[in-house]
């Protein structure tokens, strides 16, 4: 026997949550739209006014959630979301587009130290191991480097004319366009600048280049919350943002201070997730012993926390330092177990890209066509 679920019923249990962000209940505030009931078939149209996934998600399942504990374990619930642009939208921070590039991924730590440049270079030689047209902005002018880790101490970028206007031309290594204020110091040479100065320069490494056609773009963010990072949304349109932490409390103090900055209303970056780095030690003459020598879990409990995905670990191992000192990233290493965590890690960013392209205003819709172990992004 089919039970029959009554609507007010409904409504009842939906007055007891309350979005993110709202003081009102679902009801009270009109974000339920409409509720429709077919023997145990329950259809609920909801309305959001943001569109940040996180948002989406939690408002998903604390619905199903109340339903399911208060009214039937056996109902078959659909929701419906609607994302309702306000008719004066709240003054975010939006740089304009780069022709040729269709998606900006920010990839930023709260505290320095963390490992934030290593990722992003292996995340990018990953991506371009893939298939990827890919490219990293050196972001971070105070402390670049990405030159280092590439092996491209030496080079500097040469001038190129692109419809009548010299470009700077982007330094290639390993399959990967790379700018970075370090081909423009001498290695002993401090930058010391302040921040109007250091955005000039940004701009200038993000609108005189000549980038050509990218599917990525990474960008190496300085560590912290200030003003660079306040100059580089006002110049790109983000697509959304990895933030990378090693599990100590001091580390994920900053790393939630990081991940807050993305989600302010006049930014509202979406975060992709959270990475944690130097996850655990596992010593080559014992391999089947993890040791947690900065604590276990710490970012995968930080992502749960303020409602991100977890996007992978990485453990401490040797070999990625060494390589990175060398100029050649770790990820470049096949069949290794290095290899495998930067590929998982980064089929996981290029997902919730995915979903974001799907879900939220769009820079650019993306599809991933998976053949052969190897990616293909096609614009729609």
Not at 226 to 255: F, N, W
């Amino acid at each position: 026997m089919i039970m029959k679920i009554d609507k007010k019923e409904i409504l009842a249990v939906l007055e007891k949550i309350t979005l993110a962000g709202e003081g009102q209940n679902m009801v009270e505030s009109g974000a339920i739209q409409n509720v429709v009931t077919f023997g145990n078939e329950i259809i609920i149209d909801l309305k959001l006014s943001s569109p940040a996934m996180h948002i989406r998600k939690r408002a998903e399942n604390d619905i199903e959630k109340a339903i399911v504990e208060n009214i039937s374990a056996d109902a078959e619930i659909k929701i419906n979301v609607k994302v309702d642009k306000p008719e004066n939208p709240k003054n975010e921070i939006k740089g304009k587009a780069i022709p040729g590039i269709q998606n900006i991924i920010a990839v930023a730590s709260g505290k320095g130290g963390v490992g934030k440049s290593t990722v992003t270079a292996n995340m990018a030689v990953t991506l371009a191991k893939m298939g990827f047209k890919v490219g990293v902005l050196d972001a971070d002018i105070y402390g670049p480097s990405m030159p280092i880790m590439f092996d491209v101490q030496t080079e500097r970028p040469l001038s190129v004319t692109v419809d009548g206007k010299s470009k700077m031309k982007p330094v290639e290594s390993y399959g990967v366009k790379i700018l970075s204020i370090g081909f423009f110091t001498q290695p002993n040479q401090a930058v010391v600048w302040r921040g109007p100065m250091a955005a000039k320069a940004l701009n200038q490494m993000i609108f005189d280049a000549a980038w050509g056609e990218l599917d990525f773009l990474l960008l190496d963010l300085p560590p912290g919350t200030g003003d660079i990072h306040l100059s580089i949304m006002q110049s790109l349109p983000i697509t959304g943002a990895a933030v990378v932490s090693t599990p100590q409390d001091v580390a994920l103090a900053d790393a939630r201070k990081g991940v807050a900055m993305f989600m302010q209303d006049s930014i509202n970056v979406p975060v992709l997730g959270i990475i944690e780095n130097m996850a655990y030690f596992t010593p080559e003459e014992l391999p089947e012993n993890k040791y947690y020598i900065f604590g276990k879990n710490g970012a995968k409990n930080l992502a749960e926390d303020v409602e991100v995905p977890f996007l992978g670990e990485i453990p401490i191992v040797q070999s990625i330092r060494e390589a990175g000192d060398a100029g050649r990233p770790a990820a470049l290493q096949t069949a290794t177990p290095v290899e495998e965590a930067f590929e998982e890690i980064t089929k996981k960013v290029v997902a919730e890209l995915v979903k974001r392209n799907e879900h939220l205003p769009p820079t650019e819709a993306i599809k991933i066509t998976t053949m052969a172990g190897c990616s293909e992004v096609k614009s729609k």
